[in-house]
Antibody, heavy 120, light 107 residues
C-alpha cells in the first residue's frame, strides 16, 4: 500500500526557515516524479514544486522560486522541501503527492498534509 | 502561466440530480486536464485525467469531457458522498496550475 507521511510543519516567524519531509512507503520515490502542493486556510490548491524521477529536473512556482528547494534522499525514500525566507503568505497546509505517469501524470497519492504557520 | 477558471463557484443540488462543473483555460491545454475532489480535512483525490479518463477506483457516475480550453466534469446522479470541492488542474505547461474550485453543496 502506498503511503506518504509529511512532517516538519510548525509555527515560524517571518524570515525563518523550515524543512518539510515526506516519507514514502509502498513505492520508491526514485521511480516517480514528486510534487509539493499547498493550501492556505480556506483557499484553493496551489502547486509549489516538482522533482523528476531522475532528480535532474526541478520546477518551482514563481511565488517560492529562490526561497524553496525540493530534494530527495533515495536511501531514506523521503522527499524534502527546504523553505527559507518564509513569509506570512506561505502559511498553508503542505501536501506531498506522487505523479502517476499511466494516469496522465495526475497526482494519485497524497499525504495527509503538514501545517506551516508563518507569524510573528 | 495558464489560468484556469472554474464555474460556478458554488453549485447547490440534491442527491440524485446531475451535476455539471466547468473549467476554462486561458490558452489551449490540449487534453491535459485533470480533475480532483477534496472533502473537508482531507487531501485531494484524483478523479479524471487527460480530460476524460477515470482514475483507478472512480465510480462510473463521474465523467469528464472537453479539449483545448473548455472542459466539463459531470456527475450523472449525485450520491451523498459526492458533495465536496472539485478542482481542475492543467499539466500542459509549467507551472502546473489549478482552478479556484467549485463547491458542490447539498440543496
Amino acid at each position: 500500500e502506498v503511503q506518504l507521511l509529511e512532517s516538519g510543519g510548525d509555527l515560524v516567524q517571518p524570515g525563518g526557515s523550515l524543512r518539510l519531509s515526506c516519507a514514502a512507503s509502498g513505492f520508491m520515490i526514485s521511480t516517480y516524479g514528486m510534487t509539493w502542493v499547498r493550501q492556505a486556510p480556506g483557499k484553493g490548491l496551489e502547486w509549489v514544486s516538482f522533482i523528476s524521477a531522475s532528480g535532474t529536473i526541478t520546477y518551482y512556482a514563481d511565488s517560492v522560486k529562490g526561497r524553496f528547494t525540493i530534494s530527495r534522499d533515495h536511501s531514506k525514500n523521503t522527499l524534502y522541501l527546504q523553505m527559507n525566507s518564509l513569509r506570512d503568505e506561505d502559511t498553508a497546509v503542505y501536501y506531498c503527492a506522487k505523479r502517476d505517469v499511466p494516469q496522465g501524470y495526475g497526482m494519485d497519492d497524497w499525504g495527509q498534509g503538514t501545517t506551516v504557520t508563518v507569524s510573528s | 502561466e495558464i489560468v484556469l477558471t472554474q464555474s460556478p463557484a458554488t453549485l447547490s443540488l440534491s442527491p440524485g440530480e446531475r451535476a455539471t462543473l466547468s473549467c476554462r483555460a486561458s490558452q489551449s491545454v490540449g487534453s491535459y486536464l485533470i480533475w480532483y475532489q477534496q472533502k473537508p480535512g482531507q487531501a485531494p483525490r484524483l478523479l479524471i485525467y487527460d480530460a476524460s479518463n477515470r482514475a483507478a477506483g472512480i465510480p462510473a457516475r463521474f465523467s469528464g469531457s472537453g479539449s483545448e480550453t473548455d472542459f466539463t466534469l459531470t456527475i450523472s446522479s449525485l450520491e451523498p458522498e459526492d458533495f465536496a470541492v472539485y478542482y481542475c488542474q492543467q499539466r500542459s505547461n509549467w507551472p502546473i496550475t489549478f482552478g479556484q474550485g467549485t463547491r458542490l453543496e447539498i440543496k
